[in-house]
């Protein structure tokens, strides 16, 4: 059964820091990761998607790689901005079921 | 991508009573799923809702307790029967776009507190 874990659990930064959110699974027999953010009280919005034939993707200040054999996903944030404070989830897919990661928990100081 | 809306968007409930919830898609799409976010967790898948057929649920999750409909391509309703505090949690809904890409869009959620 797939297992995936975040950590840190939670994150505080001050602003203009590069940051690094980790995800890790325990089977690596997966379609794609995707990378979320859940700001509080509210749905999910898609940061990234990486296709299990990919090792990273880019979207302005985010970039995700993925080492499969490893079982790690990586989601780095430059240049952090407070509007950037929320959860960040992962999720792996594979036969049509998401499974979630912990979440971390980002908090960025202005 | 998908504009994937709910309602209501929240609700608050009595012990016993039963609430169904709404997600409606912009777009036909094939899959649709319910998740559930208790406070402080992460989610849950509780079943896949199929066009046509009985919805298909994950372990824990009964279709006596969140019974499903999905009429056509681009509507589903969950219903949250008999509730209890316990179930005091965040329900989303989810869509994949493309078939294969494996890609979900969140809608916003439904805030649902039990008293």
């Known amino acids: 059964k797939q297992e995936v874990t975040q950590i840190p659990a939670a994150l505080s930064v001050p602003e203009g820091e590069n940051l690094v959110l980790n995800c890790s699974f325990t089977?690596?027999?997966?379609?794609?990761l995707q990378w979320f953010r859940q700001d509080p009280g509210k749905g999910l919005t898609s940061l990234l998607l990486?296709?299990?034939?990919?090792r990273e993707q880019t979207s302005g200040r985010l970039n995700a790689s993925l080492d499969k054999s490893s079982g790690r996903s990586t989601l780095y944030i430059a240049a952090s901005q407070p509007g950037d404070s929320a959860t960040y989830l992962c999720?792996?897919?594979?036969?049509?079921?998401?499974?979630f990661g912990t979440g971390t928990r980002l908090k960025v100081l202005a | 991508s998908a504009v994937i809306s709910q309602k209501p968007s929240r609700d608050i409930c009595q012990r016993g009573t039963s609430l169904t919830i709404q997600c409606q898609v912009d777009?036909?799409?094939?899959?649709m799923f319910w998740y559930r976010q208790q406070p402080g967790q992460s989610l849950t898948l509780i079943a896949t809702?199929?066009?046509?057929?009985?919805?298909?649920?994950e372990s824990g999750f009964v279709i006596d307790k969140f019974p499903i409909s999905r009429p056509n391509l681009t509507f589903s309703t969950l219903t949250v029967s008999n509730m209890s505090p316990e179930d005091s949690s965040i329900y989303l809904c989810?869509?994949?776009?493309?078939?294969?890409?494996?890609?979900?869009?969140f809608g916003p959620g439904t805030r649902l507190t039990v008293l």
């Open positions: 999720a792996t897919s594979g036969t049509y079921k998401y499974i």
């Open positions: 089977d690596s027999a997966i379609y794609n």
């Open positions: 990486i296709q299990s034939s990919q």
């Open positions: 777009s036909q799409v094939t899959m």
């Open positions: 809702a199929n066009q046509g057929s009985e919805a298909t649920y």
């Open positions: 989810s869509v994949e776009v493309r078939r294969g890409r494996g890609e979900q869009f």
